[in-house]
T-cell receptor, first 112, second 111 residues
């Protein structure tokens, strides 16, 4: 029979536009959150992280926003480029733990 | 820094054979993680070590899977005997404090 895989949410944006990728996390006790980018055939690559005592953190062209009230995390990419096309994963770490729990990922496609 | 190193990058084997995947973490990191990624289940944690000691192996699918970390610079994940459903990409990651850095993965195909 036909196998059914995970259904990845997809986001298509025009080159130069800003991208917003959203993630809902499950554990209110999580104290650390992280975004990874995974290109085809490669391992997840660290983008940016944030601790639960912050609600915003900025990097180069990327911003992570954390809303603990509704357990929501977002990744904003400014001036999206074709090289940003990839699958983006959010991950959370429960307080006191060392391991991460990953979301299913979002596929970002940048249209030149 | 060379980053996390995994070998082999690709492995094709027949059902019933033993498979050993290898990982060299980033020098100085004290935690090491083994993950498996499939289309069906996404990215799953199999086991992680802290200071070479296994801390949580609850993600290891069954007794056919075993992992060792004999020293701070080397870890292995072994599958014996392998089955077709073990086909996946296996990632190793290491960390010092918070951020986990992933290796390039080993794509395993069990025929």
């Amino acid at each position: 029979g036909e196998s059914v895989g995970l259904h990845l949410p997809t986001l298509s944006v025009q080159e130069g536009d800003n991208s917003i990728i959203n993630c809902a996390y499950s554990n209110s006790a999580s104290d650390y959150f992280i975004w990874y980018k995974q290109e085809s055939g490669k391992g997840p690559q660290f983008i940016i992280d944030i601790r639960s005592n912050m609600d915003k953190r900025q990097g180069q062209r990327v911003t992570v926003l954390l809303n603990k009230t509704v357990k929501h995390l977002s990744l904003q990419i400014a001036a999206t480029q074709p090289g940003d096309s990839a699958v983006y994963f959010c991950a959370e770490r429960p307080g006191g733990a060392n391991n991460l729990f990953f979301g299913t990922g979002t596929r970002l496609t940048v249209i030149p | 820094d060379a980053g996390v190193i995994q070998s082999p990058r690709h492995e094709v084997t027949e059902m019933g054979q033993e498979v050993t995947l290898r990982c060299k973490p980033i020098s100085g990191h004290n935690s090491l993680f083994w993950y498996r990624q499939t289309m069906m289940r996404g990215l799953e944690l199999l086991i992680y070590f802290n200071n070479n000691v296994p801390i949580d192996d609850s993600g290891m699918p069954e007794d056919r899977f075993s992992a060792k970390m004999p020293n701070a610079s080397f870890s292995t994940l072994k599958i014996q005997p392998s089955e077709p459903r073990d086909s996946a990409v296996y990632f190793c990651a290491s960390s010092l404090v918070d951020t986990q850095y992933f290796g390039p993965g080993t794509r395993l195909t069990v025929l």
